[in-house]
């Protein structure tokens, strides 16, 4: 006994015939009769009685419509117990996101929110990691679904950072990070309009000790050797001397919006300030993975 023969057999049952149960179905009559006849002759009984008004149960056929009607909705409760297992399953998605600690605290909350909006049933779990390196690794080795990272142009990595070795990585550009030329109040350049690159030769530049560093490699590319690079360590503290005029700092806009507003700081008049793109890469293998499509979804949506 199949479930299909069951079904057939109690749509002929319902019916009353072999037409109304292959409309029923949407079969063909000879299928339906087809699919009785191999019931009865793997059980050895009749179980209708055929004549011209159509077809009645006999016994053994009503005796059997007891158990199909049974096996038949323990199967239909079996299926919809099943789907609500694999439905609650997706609610409850989580996605392993890295993300540098340089941006993790500015750059991430409003992903979160995007997420939490248009996806509330995914889970993300957020890993913040000092390097680029080891959050590319991480990427690379399965540890993380995705991370997050700044770049420019049109490949990973176009800032000048490498990336590890293997099948490319995919990536996303999510929103722009502009990035702002501060320096103390009363910079001899505070005033000047229309600044280019050459304007600022011989200035002193305040840089991340880390040679990775996004804004370090954005400064590298927009000014060359041709400034000096003063060692300052991380976003506060080159924030932090640009107000007491050790040097100028190329910073997020998000960082220096506070010192801007309060005068603290001065934004100098650059005509190629560079924008970074927050980027979202992924292994091309786990777009396969429900959680990391969802993911991909509710950030591009």
């Given at each position: 006994?199949e479930?299909r023969q069951l079904?057939?057999f109690?749509?002929?049952?319902?019916g009353?015939?072999?037409?109304?149960?292959a409309?029923?179905?949407?079969?063909?009559?000879s299928s339906?009769?087809?699919?009785v006849r191999?019931?009865?002759?793997?059980?050895?009984?009749?179980l209708?009685?055929?004549d011209?008004r159509?077809m009645?149960?006999?016994?053994?056929?009503r005796?059997?419509?007891v158990?199909?009607?049974?096996?038949l909705?323990e199967?239909?409760?079996?299926?919809r117990?099943?789907?609500?297992?694999?439905?609650?399953?997706?609610e409850?998605?989580?996605?392993r996101l890295?993300?540098?600690?340089?941006?993790?605290?500015?750059l991430?909350?409003?992903?979160l929110a995007?997420?939490a909006?248009?996806r509330?049933?995914?889970?993300?779990e957020v890993r913040?990691?000092a390097s680029?390196?080891a959050?590319l690794?991480?990427?690379?080795?399965?540890e993380l679904?995705a991370?997050?990272?700044l770049d420019?142009?049109?490949?990973?990595?176009?800032l000048g950072?490498?990336?590890?070795?293997?099948?490319p990585?995919?990536?996303?550009?999510?929103?722009?990070v502009?990035?702002?030329?501060?320096?103390?109040p009363g910079?001899?350049?505070?005033?000047a309009?229309d600044l280019?690159p050459?304007d600022l030769d011989?200035?002193?530049l305040?840089?991340n000790a880390?040679s990775?560093?996004?804004?370090a490699l954005a400064?590298?590319r927009?000014?060359?050797?041709?400034?000096?690079r003063?060692q300052a360590?991380?976003?506060?503290?080159?924030?932090?001397?640009?107000?007491?005029g050790v040097?100028?700092?190329?910073l997020?806009a998000?960082?220096?919006?506070?010192?801007?507003?309060?005068?603290?700081?001065?934004?100098?008049?650059?005509?190629q300030a560079?924008?970074?793109?927050?980027?979202l890469?992924?292994?091309?293998?786990?777009a396969?993975?429900?959680?990391t499509?969802?993911l991909?979804y509710?950030?591009?949506?």
């Amino acid at each position: 006994m199949e479930l299909r023969q069951l079904r057939t057999f109690e749509a002929v049952v319902r019916g009353g015939s072999v037409t109304d149960a292959a409309n029923v179905l949407g079969m063909a009559p000879s299928s339906v009769s087809q699919a009785v006849r191999t019931l009865e002759r793997d059980l050895g009984v009749r179980l209708f009685e055929r004549d011209p008004r159509g077809m009645r149960a006999t016994a053994a056929g009503r005796e059997l419509l007891v158990w199909a009607r049974r096996l038949l909705g323990e199967v239909e409760e079996a299926r919809r117990e099943v789907r609500a297992v694999d439905a609650a399953a997706r609610e409850l998605m989580t996605v392993r996101l890295g993300a540098l600690e340089s941006i993790a605290a500015e750059l991430v909350p409003p992903i979160l929110a995007r997420l939490a909006e248009r996806r509330p049933g995914l889970r993300v779990e957020v890993r913040a990691v000092a390097s680029r390196d080891a959050l590319l690794a991480a990427v690379r080795g399965g540890e993380l679904d995705a991370a997050l990272l700044l770049d420019t142009g049109d490949a990973l990595g176009d800032l000048g950072f490498a990336v590890p070795p293997g099948a490319p990585l995919d990536f996303l550009d999510l929103d722009p990070v502009p990035l702002r030329l501060v320096a103390a109040p009363g910079h001899p350049r505070a005033a000047a309009r229309d600044l280019r690159p050459r304007d600022l030769d011989g200035e002193r530049l305040l840089v991340n000790a880390a040679s990775s560093c996004s804004f370090a490699l954005a400064a590298a590319r927009l000014f060359g050797p041709a400034v000096e690079r003063v060692q300052a360590g991380s976003v506060a503290v080159m924030r932090a001397w640009a107000r007491q005029g050790v040097g100028l700092a190329l910073l997020p806009a998000f960082a220096v919006t506070a010192d801007l507003d309060a005068g603290t700081l001065v934004g100098l008049d650059l005509t190629q300030a560079p924008t970074l793109h927050l980027r979202l890469t992924w292994p091309p293998s786990a777009a396969a993975h429900p959680a990391t499509r969802a993911l991909l979804y509710a950030t591009s949506a």
